[in-house]
């Protein structure tokens, strides 16, 4: 499953690279453990992925506002804290990126998590996680 997933409306793609955010999310994704020093987001299920939006209206359309919307879903079990401290560490890396597009640009960010519970068929077929657990 992709574990991050970045909406974007596409005015933005001239004043910030994305696929840059991309890698520094995962990048920093890697990095997150558990209370018993676990990463969170196993190396070989670690996704990415950005969209720009279609169609998009935001607030009331007086200027081309921006607007970044990004949502990580972790697997079940993990404390609040665990969610919280992969949340905070999150949003300080889209903070460092967007930061001098905030300086000029009129642009909204979110960063929520969910976790997966009550999933009712949750299948892998992958390469990637045989190759990071060895």
Same mark, same amino acid.
């Given at each position: 499953?992709?574990?991050?997933?970045?909406?974007?409306?596409?005015?933005?793609?001239?004043?910030?690279?994305?696929?840059?955010?991309?890698?520094?999310?995962?990048?920093?994704?890697?990095?997150?453990?558990?209370?018993?020093?676990?990463?969170?987001?196993?190396?070989?299920?670690?996704?990415?992925?950005?969209?720009?939006?279609?169609?998009?209206?935001?607030?009331?359309?007086?200027?081309?506002? !921006?607007?970044?919307?990004?949502?990580?879903?972790?697997?079940?079990?993990?404390?609040?804290?665990?969610?919280?401290?992969?949340?905070?560490?999150?949003?300080?890396?889209?903070?460092?990126?967007?930061?001098?597009?905030?300086?000029?640009?009129?642009?909204?960010?979110?960063?929520?998590?969910?976790?997966?519970? !009550?999933?009712?068929?949750?299948?892998?077929?992958?390469?990637?996680?045989?190759?990071?657990?060895?």
């Amino acid at each position: 499953m992709p574990h991050c997933v970045i909406l974007y409306t596409p005015n933005l793609e001239t004043k910030t690279d994305v696929g840059a955010l991309c890698r520094k999310l995962a990048d920093r994704m890697l990095t997150i453990k558990d209370e018993a020093g676990k990463q969170v987001f196993p190396t070989g299920g670690t996704r990415v992925l950005a969209y720009p939006a279609a169609h998009y209206a935001v607030a009331d359309g007086e200027d081309d506002y !921006g607007f970044i919307y990004i949502n990580v879903r972790m697997g079940a079990g993990r404390s609040a804290e665990v969610q919280k401290n992969a949340g905070d560490r999150l949003l300080e890396v889209v903070k460092a990126h967007v930061a001098p597009m905030f300086e000029k640009e009129l642009v909204g960010v979110t960063l929520q998590i969910d976790e997966s519970p !009550g999933q009712v068929y949750d299948a892998k077929h992958s390469t990637l996680h045989p190759l990071f657990n060895k």
